[in-house]
């Protein structure tokens, strides 16, 4: 099956610093979304981007279908922005999406 | 505001009882599913369903059985809660359009069975 490998595991950041969060994958997709699980639990969709570039704010995101990476930037990072972001991608032969073992951010004032 | 509806938000089991886990989306998608979420072993899925009136298993049904009866409710039971079950569980919702169409989440639901 799919594998879905994320770097870096962990992240520490002083506010206001920007970062670069890497989705790699094993296999073609056509269905990769980016989530952030806050310190509370809840899992935010950041963006479906099976390609391309898509931009919200101070996050944008870049899939490379055909190299099989995807990028997530944060830039000006705020204490909000903590918790742990993970990548997903669809496993058609599953019905599932697989994911990432995510990238634990702290942002510290 | 449009999304899934998870109950109840949290609860205390005795081992042994029988527990039903609510989910209600009202998006009208097609596809929805059950995750678990454990400490150090991420998003598992445990059932999904393709569209009313089927379902099919994940990586870890063994103790969990769903149902779909209609488009908007996918409710998870555990027959008899052991330990092992304590997680937080996620139902999650999408418009499946072949391998397309993003999955939404709900706010989970923390199990703990004693």
């Known amino acids: 099956g799919i594998q879905v490998e994320q770097s870096p595991p962990d992240l520490i950041l002083q506010e206001g610093a920007n970062s670069t969060l890497r989705c790699n994958f094993s296999?073609?997709?056509?269905?990769l979304q980016w989530f952030h699980q806050n310190p509370w639990g809840q899992l935010i969709n950041l963006f479906y981007?099976?390609?391309g570039t898509k931009q919200n704010g101070r996050l944008s995101a870049t899939t490379v279908a055909t190299e099989r990476y995807s990028l997530l930037y944060i830039s000006s990072s705020q204490t909000t922005d903590s918790g742990v972001y993970f990548c997903a991608v669809f496993s058609g032969g599953y019905n599932k999406l697989i994911f990432g073992a995510g990238t634990r951010l702290a942002v510290h004032p | 505001i449009a999304g899934i509806t998870q109950a109840p938000t949290s609860q205390i089991l005795a081992a042994g009882r029988r527990m039903t886990l609510r989910c209600t989306q009202d998006?009208?998608?097609?596809?929805m599913y059950w995750y678990r979420q454990d400490l150090g072993l991420g998003l598992r899925l445990i059932h999904y369903?393709?569209?009313?009136?089927?379902?099919g298993k994940g990586e870890v049904p063994d103790g969990y059985s769903v149902s779909r009866a209609n488009t908007d409710d996918f409710p998870l039971t555990l027959a008899s809660a052991v330990p092992s079950q304590t997680s937080v569980y996620f139902c999650?919702?999408?418009?499946?359009?072949?391998?397309?169409?993003?999955?939404?989440f709900g706010e989970g639901s923390r199990l703990t069975v004693l």
């Open positions: 369903s393709n569209t009313a009136g089927t379902t």
């Open positions: 296999d073609s997709v056509n269905n």
């Open positions: 998006m009208r998608h097609n596809a």
């Open positions: 981007i099976p390609s």
């Open positions: 999650a919702s999408r418009e499946d359009r072949g391998n397309t169409g993003e999955l939404f």
